[in-house]
């Protein structure tokens, strides 16, 4: 791998003094010192990295040596108030956001002309990748050819996407794109593409400095483990990145995790980073900085570091990050990077005093720990990753979790559950997982009937591949081993293999109702199990290679079993999922499957082999072996120290230097792709992929006045816990969806139909799939899911939200979104805020945001209120049937920010209901993009001045 280089015409002022020289081997490069600026010596790892940043990018203006001194002298008991400019080095992205991206950058380049400017001035200004993962679906899984097969419809499905990436690799300069079947982005990332520490020209000389990296996925925070702060950003934040706009942000608390101890055995890392996202959910780190250190930190693997980096967003915080150290050094050794880049990130880091020292305790807002010795096997669900269970609980808690997932009558005796649940859980040690009951839960059935003992049951009878089966509440439909989050890491999933191995020596077999699959996030572990003689074991349970790419993770987990499927259907079962990916909420995994959960590779293939959630590993058999014995999980389990010997026989650097020689050359199906030219795009009339974003229509030179809003109507009102994959279009179109009549009217037959993600090149699909979740609850409807609202404009009648929003578009009328606590958590979904915004919400009202959501929204010109503290739209008396009137959003025209805005609610007939709502545009570059109708907006004002 190469560092990065590129012309810079833009010096730094150098106030402090900090420009200097370091030499590593015969080389030199310009360095901006950090011991220049006063207080940095005990800063965290992750706030020197912001100050070097603000030391090389210092011009007087955007930057000033106020701004330096306020990181220096940083005060770490207050609370964030200093806006900075943050300029990333570099930009990475996946295909589901990455081609909207391109798909602006594209728009933009013809708008930029329209006003009367260069079109050639929209390019990449930092380097930017694209990984394309998330496109490829489990049609096929449990044969050998499935890989191909998936592969060979992922062409065919995606085809024109590609095409257009293909033209944009060609048309924007620095922009690269790794092509299909390579691998998941995070892990391709900390495995090849992050530099760690980068390099450029700058005025003649060889400048060095941190690696740092925003992506179009929250889970961009995995480079964290490596040392290199990032995070996850809107599409729209990192188009505006990659064209030069720095990110204005607040400087941060940050929360100091102190690591003790080490994993004991039976543990993975998987129930280490469960653990780590319980406490740091519990403790609250929205919008916070998490940086881990302590003497435990060098007992950490690297492949850990960056599983529990991974999980940042399932936290809420903004990063997760480790300091470099011999670890970092002898990952980055591992994979191949060259013996000229090692030299440098170790002497840089030491350099600039942002090697671990475990002697040194930085200044913390917050401190955690965690003694790694009491970390015990979990699991996670059935919704939120957060919501951690111990193994041993697990066969209680999902009996009392079942009781939300079926109907009255439907195999669930409640008292009896309560009485088992009581002897399970003594009152002293009852498991906190009530937060799992949110507002949204409201109007649930409780459940009556069923087995006496309160074990769930509701038996359909199914013939798979000639064996006739029971299909029951709590069955495992799904056992997917996915995700970077693990399959990035080898201890896990070697562990799963000999698991594996050990369960097909012993006779065992994974239940027939069971869809089997193992989407690795890079070639490399395909490599290593290759070599250390897995996969024959592994395929014997049906773990056949299915893809490299974002699979059951992110919802592209493909049919269940057919059979399975007509049982859910027939007995309205609440059937479940076990996957080793980062995200299980409601809806997302796979539209028959109710109850999700996320667990380590081989508790995956454990709950494969047991069959159901209904299990307690400890005291049920998994199997019965081959003479007729009972078989249990500890017979099975591999030992930490045989799995590390494995390890160390199986995996090379020459895998990682072969794998990743030519990644983005790609294989005879991308080199085979008719690729368009020009430096601008010829957009196809008749594309239902690939159309030119609206947003810069009519727009002149100089933005509109900012005006109040009257006359809004409720689109929506939502509870708790609402995230981005409620929000924002994802998963399989449904053909009587609004989005599945719009592609039948333009010719595309419903096989075609093809996924939401990958239609997000085109704005017209995607309007008509915001909201559009198949768990959605708006609480303007009693006891109804999915895409529905009440339309006023029609006397209130019920109709999808998309229809709705077409009629008070008719009428000019505005629309505003009420919503409970953590507003938008989860992916940093861009199309999220733009379909919210197309939609014609010009508000959202909310007891709290989660950061990205927030941020996006104000991206697209949408105003992001809160609920005064304490209130909600429940406690002020509102129901949502209220027009909404706003007063004070024109002092934005003033350049300043109003602290609150004054919010009047009236029903038809009665009382006003009138309270102060807090405007969340926390920085002024936030009011700049507002005050421009969106961040892209004022990106190509700024080009064309």
């Given at each position: 791998m190469k560092t990065t280089t590129e012309e810079s015409t833009v010096p730094s002022a150098n106030t402090f003094g900090a420009k200097g020289e370091l030499s590593v081997g015969d080389a030199s490069y310009e360095i901006f010192r950090l011991a220049q600026v006063e207080g940095s010596q005990t800063l965290p790892y992750s706030l020197k990295v912001l100050l070097e940043n603000l030391l090389r990018t210092e011009d007087g203006a955007n930057v000033t040596a106020d701004h330096i001194n306020a990181l220096g002298q940083w005060d770490e008991t207050a609370e964030p108030d200093t806006e900075i400019q943050f300029t990333p080095a570099r930009v990475i992205m996946q295909d589901f956001t990455g081609v909207p991206c391109v798909v602006d950058l594209a728009t933009m380049r013809e708008a930029v002309a329209d006003l009367g400017g260069d079109p050639t001035k929209i390019n990449p200004l930092a380097p930017a990748e694209l990984v394309i993962d998330h496109s490829v679906i489990i049609d096929v899984f449990g044969q050998r050819d499935a890989f191909e097969r998936n592969v060979d419809f992922e062409y065919e499905r995606n085809e024109e996407r590609y095409q257009f990436l293909r033209w944009g690799q060609t048309a924007f300069e620095d922009f690269k794109v790794v092509p299909p079947g390579t691998g998941i982005v995070h892990q391709v990332n900390i495995e090849h593409l992050a530099r760690v520490t980068m390099t450029r020209e700058v005025e003649g000389s060889l400048?060095?400095?941190?690696?740092?990296?925003?992506?179009?996925?929250?889970?961009?925070?995995?480079?964290?483990?490596?040392?290199?702060?990032?995070?996850?950003?809107?599409?729209?934040?990192?188009?505006?990145?990659?064209?030069?706009?720095?990110?204005?942000?607040?400087?941060?608390?940050?929360?100091?995790?102190?690591?003790?101890?080490?994993?004991?055995?039976?543990?993975?890392?998987?129930?280490?980073?469960?653990?780590?996202?319980?406490?740091?959910?519990?403790?609250?780190?929205?919008?916070?900085?998490?940086?881990?250190?302590?003497?435990?930190?060098s007992a950490v693997p690297l492949a850990n570091r960056a599983t529990i980096g991974n999980m940042s967003p399932e936290f809420g915080s903004t990063c997760a990050i480790f300091p470099i150290d011999d670890v970092t050094m002898d990952y980055l050794r591992l994979t191949g990077r060259p013996q000229e880049q090692l030299d440098l990130v170790e002497a840089y880091a030491k350099e600039q005093g942002m090697w671990l020292d475990a002697s040194v305790e930085a200044r913390y807002s917050e401190r955690l720990e965690l003694d790694l010795s009491t970390v015990v096997p979990s699991i996670a669900g059935p919704k939120r990753p957060q919501d951690r269970i111990s193994l041993t609980e697990a066969k209680p808690q999902f009996r009392k979790d079942l009781r939300n997932y079926v109907v009255e009558g439907n195999g669930i005796d409640k008292s009896a559950v309560d009485a088992e649940l009581a002897e399970t859980f003594p009152a002293s040690d009852a498991p906190s997982h009530d937060a799992r009951e949110e507002s949204q839960e409201a109007g649930r059935p409780t459940h009556s009937g069923g087995a006496a003992d309160g074990r769930s049951s509701n038996p359909v009878q199914v013939s798979i591949d000639g064996q006739d089966v029971t299909i029951d509440h709590g069955h495992v439909a799904i056992a997917s081993i996915t995700s970077c989050t693990n399959t990035s890491n080898p201890s896990v999933m070697m562990a799963a293999a000999m698991l594996a191995k050990n369960a097909v020596e012993r006779g065992l077999q994974v239940k027939p109702w069971v869809k089997t699959s193992m989407a690795p996030g890079s070639k490399v572990v395909t490599e290593y199990y290759e070599k250390a003689g897995m996969w024959p074991y592994l395929e014997a349970l049906g773990y056949h290679l299915v893809g490299y790419g974002c699979t059951t993770c992110i919802g592209n987990s493909g049919p269940i079993v057919p059979e399975v499927s007509e049982a859910v259907a027939q007995g309205d079962l609440a059937v479940t999922a076990v996957l080793s990916g980062n995200r299980n909420f409601e809806g997302r995994i796979n539209p028959d499957v109710k109850m999700n959960y996320l667990a380590s590779p081989p508790l995956v293939i454990a709950y494969a082999l047991a069959g159901t959630m209904d299990f307690d590993f400890e005291t049920d058999p998994i199997g019965q072996g081959e003479d007729g014995s009972d078989v249990y999980l500890k017979d099975i389990w591999p030992s930490p120290q045989d799995v590390q010997s494995t390890i160390d026989h199986a995996i090379s650097t020459e895998m990682f230097s072969s794998k990743y020689a030519d990644v983005f050359a790609g294989d005879e199906r991308w080199k085979g792709l008719p690729t368009p030219e020009g430096n601008t795009f010829e957009w196809a009339q008749d594309s239902t992929y690939v159309r030119k974003a609206p947003y810069f229509d009519g727009m002149g030179r100089e933005p509109e006045p900012v005006e109040e809003i009257s006359g809004a109507r409720v689109l929506a009102w939502l509870g708790d816990s609402v995230t981005t994959d409620h929000i924002s279009p994802a998963g399989s179109i449904k053909a009587d969806s609004p989005a599945g009549r719009y592609l039948a009217e333009h010719g595309v037959d419903k096989k075609d139909f093809n996924s939401y993600g990958s239609r997000r090149g085109n704005h017209e699909v995607m309007i008509r799939g915001t909201f559009a979740n198949i768990r959605l609850r708006n609480l303007l409807l009693d006891g109804v899911e999915g895409s529905f609202t009440r339309d006023f404009t029609n006397g209130g009648e019920q109709t999808s939200i998309f229809e709705a929003s077409e009629s008070y578009a008719e009428q000019g009328t505005p629309l505003v979104v009420l919503a409970g606590k953590e507003y938008g958590s989860g992916s940093s979904r861009d199309w999220a805020a733009k379909g919210t915004r197309l939609l014609g919400v010009r508000a959202v009202i909310a007891q709290s945001y989660e950061r990205i959501h927030r941020s996006n929204l104000i991206g697209m010109g949408v105003i992001p209120l809160q609920f005064p503290q304490g209130e909600s739209a429940e406690s002020l008396g509102l129901d949502g049937t209220e027009t909404f009137d706003f007063e004070g959003i024109t002092a934005l025209n003033e350049g300043t920010t109003p602290k609150t805005v004054k919010v009047t609610a009236t029903k038809d007939g009665g009382e006003p209901v009138s309270f102060d709502a807090v405007v969340r545009i926390d920085t002024p570059g936030e009011a700049e993009y507002y005050r421009n109708g969106g961040i892209l907006q004022y990106v190509l004002r700024s080009l064309v001045a």
């Open positions: 400048q060095a400095y941190p690696d740092t990296c925003v992506g179009t996925d929250s889970h961009t925070t995995m480079e964290n483990g490596l040392g290199v702060l990032g995070w996850g950003v809107g599409g729209i934040e990192a188009e505006a990145a990659m064209l030069g706009q720095p990110i204005s942000m607040l400087i941060p608390r940050v929360v100091g995790f102190k690591l003790t101890g080490e994993i004991p055995q039976g543990a993975t890392a998987t129930d280490v980073v469960l653990t780590i996202t319980e406490m740091l959910r519990d403790h609250g780190v929205v919008g916070k900085f998490v940086e881990f250190y302590g003497e435990g930190v």
